[in-house]
């Protein structure tokens, strides 16, 4: 684990592993900063926005600590041109993951036994995009739906400790819930 300035707290879980931290969003923002600064310097003129995303950026709810970040590029296939300078900064290219998700190709930060960031690539208008600023606005501003979501990934982390895979999965209806609600 990387120890945080001026925290106790550590960054970083074991691939696949599920462990909330409570919140520390002072901290985890200044750390989303940094590498903020760092990705931009490597790879700044292949995107156009870079935003903190994910529970650790909603204040005063736990998380996984580590630092989800969403990048937007002009076209998903500017990825094969960052491969090199996103691994130069510690980024893992994943092949097999490339479009696991639609609209979006994934580089985790560390070794597997501590992942410290994942970095998300996509298009500005797409659905991961728009889903991913939609959702971490709203929780950020609906304090009884972040207390709700909180209470969820507590019982779901206790039931999926060591299968993140389930824990994301099940939390899947909740998060549409919050969509469809901001959609209206």
């Not at 074991?14 to 985890?28: A, D, F, I, M």
């Not at 903020?36 to 994910?54: Q, R, T």
């Amino acid at each position: 684990m990387v120890e945080l300035e001026g925290c106790k707290m550590k960054l970083g879980l074991k691939r696949g592993t599920v462990k909330l931290s409570e919140s520390q969003y002072n901290q985890w923002r200044k750390e989303f900063k940094k590498e903020k600064a760092i990705l931009l310097d490597k790879i700044g003129d292949n995107v156009s926005e870079i935003h903190h995303i994910g529970s650790t950026s909603i204040p005063g709810i736990m998380a996984k600590p580590i630092i989800d970040i969403m990048a937007v590029v002009d076209k998903l296939d500017d990825y094969k041109r960052l491969i090199k300078p996103l691994e130069e900064i510690g980024y893992h290219f994943m092949p097999d993951r490339v479009f696991e998700i639609r609209d979006r190709v994934f580089f985790p930060k560390g070794p597997e036994s501590n992942r410290t960031h994942h970095l998300s690539l996509v298009t500005k208008g797409s659905e991961q995009y728009k889903n991913n600023l939609a959702f971490r606005d709203y929780m950020r501003t609906h304090k009884k739906a972040r207390d709700e979501y909180q209470k969820l990934k507590q019982e779901l982390a206790e039931k999926y400790t060591d299968d993140r895979e389930s824990y994301t999965s099940s939390k899947e209806m909740f998060i549409e819930d919050i969509l469809r609600e901001v959609r209206k």
